[in-house]
């Protein structure tokens, strides 16, 4: 057959194995064939002059609905909006309704993404059955059929000796284990930052210990168990200091950052506007400029956007009774450009490694590079196209975004799925 797509001319960043330079990248039947300069014919040719040319992006967790809440979100409409913003491979928690609970539940994750060909779609299972955190979920089972890592996300697991079990469990499939790291005897029935804003808005807080309890619990199990442990969307200066010490320690502990906790405050709940309420709540001004320490020092090993689609009719119940979650996939890539890449936190080449490379490691995937014969996931970015945000434009169900006519840059022209093109902005 031999399909053969060159992308010429552009600046190949290639984190993995330590490419940045102006080269060419040849794809013959849907592989990376080779990295560097040609002088060939290839049946399709796109020039990235003044592009950037990255190994396709990877977003660890997100939240696509279904089953249960397909008004909100479809494996489907998720996948569109994924390879939109430049996604090849996604991470969809099992928090649904039903949960991913067993063998049959992760089949189903895979076979909707199969038939929606649009980006890789990989799940979760859920640690406990229903994410009550009481009896431990099919976990053997999940990950024979391909689940890549267990998380009740939505809920941390309350019982410390249901956790230990469930990580001992997953250590023998060497299979990574996500938290929601919440403690709900200091969460109580908080639904902000627990701090000066949440006293003058009269809302119950939620106090930062809520997360950092947790945390510091787990920390103590993995070192009992070793399990490939991940600290999912970490909000907190607290939980920074945590990590740092488990890394310290080189314990196999992981742990991601999303948009919202880098670039907004509590502050931002002064209206009640529900789009800003979301799980962990955001925090401070301190919490942000932590997190953002973090990543400069190596300390954040993914970004993830926890992308989570409400229907707007609940999103505009009130500030107490609205669903927690921010849909912000389809501006993810400009959101961390607007947080690490302009204050100088990173540069280019660290903000891929932590949207490639570092994230497929977590998940225990072959992904997040360009090398020889690897399937091309690739993706093309215009790092200078400067627009404004518009939610009524996103291929998501839901509009639940906060950044509605932010001007932000960067732009994803196109997305490359197993040597495909499954995007172009031009079309």
């Given at each position: 057959m031999g399909n053969e797509l060159l992308i010429k001319n552009g600046r190949v960043i290639d984190p993995a194995n330590g490419i940045d330079k102006k080269c060419d990248v040849l794809i013959i039947d849907g592989r990376i064939a080779d990295v560097g300069r040609f002088e060939k014919h290839a049946e399709t040719v796109i020039d990235a002059a003044g592009k950037l040319v990255t190994p396709g992006l990877i977003d660890i967790h997100v939240h696509f609905r279904e089953p249960g809440d397909e008004e909100e979100e479809t494996i489907a409409s998720g996948s569109a909006a994924a390879v939109a913003a430049g996604f090849?491979?996604?991470?969809?928690?099992?928090?649904?309704?039903?949960?991913?609970?067993?063998?049959?539940?992760?089949?189903?994750?895979?076979?909707?993404?199969?038939?929606?060909?649009?980006?890789?779609?990989?799940?979760?299972?859920?640690?406990?059955?229903?994410?009550?955190?009481?009896?431990?979920?099919?976990m053997g089972f999940m990950a024979e059929a391909g689940a890549v890592g267990f998380t009740d996300d939505g809920n941390g697991v309350q019982n410390s000796a249901v956790m230990l079990r469930a990580m001992k469990y997953a250590a023998m499939f060497n299979v990574v284990v996500a938290q929601h790291c919440q403690d709900d005897c200091f969460a109580g029935k908080g639904v902000m930052n627990a701090g000066y804003y949440s006293t003058i808005l009269g809302l119950p807080g939620l106090d930062a210990i809520a997360e950092e309890a947790m945390l510091w619990r787990d920390i103590q199990l993995v070192k009992k168990t070793n399990v490939r442990y991940h600290a999912q969307h970490i909000s907190t200066a607290g939980s920074v200091e945590l990590i740092r010490a488990a890394k310290k320690m080189s314990l196999p502990v992981t742990c991601e950052v999303t948009p919202h906790h880098l670039l907004l405050t509590d502050s931002c709940c002064a209206e009640y506007d529900t789009n800003y309420k979301v799980n962990p709540p955001l925090r401070t001004d301190k919490d942000i400029e932590a997190l953002k320490e973090a990543v400069r020092e190596g300390l954040v090993d993914a970004l993830a956007t926890d992308h989570a689609p409400h229907l707007q009719s609940e999103k505009e119940l009130e500030f107490l009774a609205a669903p927690f979650g921010i849909a912000s996939l389809e501006c993810a890539l400009s959101l961390y450009i607007k947080a690490l890449l302009e204050p100088g936190v990173l540069d280019w080449p660290g903000l891929i490694k932590l949207m490639t490379a570092n994230p497929a490691k977590i998940i225990g995937v072959d992904k997040g590079t360009l090398g020889k014969g690897k399937q091309a996931d690739v993706t093309i970015i215009d790092p200078d196209f400067e627009y404004t945000i518009d939610k009524n434009k996103f291929r998501s169900k839901s509009r639940n975004c906060p950044y509605h006519g932010w001007k932000v840059k960067g732009r994803v022209l196109k997305t490359i799925v197993g040597g495909e093109i499954r995007f172009s902005a031009d079309d």
């Open positions: 090849t491979s996604v991470v969809c928690m099992p928090n649904t309704n039903p949960p991913i609970e067993d063998e049959t539940d992760v089949e189903y994750i895979h076979r909707k993404g199969r038939q929606a060909r649009r980006t890789h779609v990989y799940t979760m299972g859920s640690i406990t059955k229903k994410a009550e955190g009481v009896e431990l979920a099919e």
